[in-house]
């Protein structure tokens, strides 16, 4: 009796063992976390290639005008995007899988990053933000994400950008600083450069926030060497995908 036992013990911790083979990195904690890629391919994408708010969104005015509050939510992670149709314009993290890599439409092409491919899978994400921020949802341990330029911001740099004069030079940069927020209120930031030094970024690359506890939201600000009375001129936008975090 005892033998049997011993036996039927034996099948059971092998069947959980098998069941837990099957199940995938979010479902399968690792040293007791749960490892999680947000890829953005959650959200299906029109004929267009690309999406920026629509009129499901909580409505409020923008200078006059009606605009929406909308979210794209995957992985209990939120992205915030602002979207006002007469001004066909918007802020926030939009959602594309435009696959150009040039700079000529002003409306499409803002959507277009300069590698023409996502990190992974087809959709990527399109940072240009006013205070917008992406929440978490929860405190996670972050690891980073993956970025490159988009296509506009290439071809200020290549080309000016109508405000202010001539091409970037050698002495010229363009930086994104993204600020981890914790939730003692502390934070942490990370620049990366854009362009710097006669070159600009072409392919993706990964931003490293090294495991960073405590993490509950992340928030991208611009600066660049071109620049008028009101700030910036360089296009502020950001590319970004297969953001990485655990909880």
């Not at 690891?143 to 091409?167: H, Q, R």
């Not at 981890?180 to 490293?208: H, I, P």
């Not at 660049?224 to 909880?247: A, H, V």
């Amino acid at each position: 009796m005892k033998t049997n036992k011993l036996f039927g013990l034996a099948v059971l911790v092998c069947g959980f063992a098998l069941s837990f083979t099957s199940c995938t990195n979010d479902d399968n904690p690792v040293g007791g976390k749960r490892h999680v890629t947000v890829s953005f391919e959650k959200k299906t994408l029109g004929a267009e290639g690309y999406w920026c708010g629509d009129e499901s969104g909580e409505k409020f005015s923008n200078w006059g005008s009606d605009a929406f509050a909308c979210l794209f939510k995957e992985k209990g992670v939120t992205f915030p995007v602002n979207y006002t149709p007469s001004w066909a314009s918007w802020s926030g993290f939009s959602i594309s899988n435009r696959t150009a890599t040039t700079y000529k439409d002003p409306i499409a092409d803002q959507f277009n990053n300069i590698t023409g491919t996502a990190k992974s899978g087809k959709n990527f994400c399109v940072v240009y933000t006013f205070g917008e921020a992406i929440d978490f949802g929860r405190t996670v341990t972050l690891k980073g994400f993956w970025f490159t330029n988009d296509a506009w911001a290439v071809d200020a740099i290549l080309n000016g950008d109508g405000m202010t004069p001539g091409k970037f030079e050698k002495d010229d940069w363009f930086k994104c600083t993204v600020t981890a927020t914790l939730a003692d209120g502390t934070t942490k930031d990370v620049e990366l450069y854009l362009a710097k030094d006669g070159e600009y970024v072409k392919d993706w690359q990964f931003c490293d926030f090294q495991s960073l506890e405590g993490v509950k939201s992340l928030s991208f600000a611009f600066d660049s060497t071109k620049k008028n009375e009101y700030g910036t001129t360089t296009p502020s936008y950001i590319c970004i995908d297969d953001l990485e975090f655990e909880y």
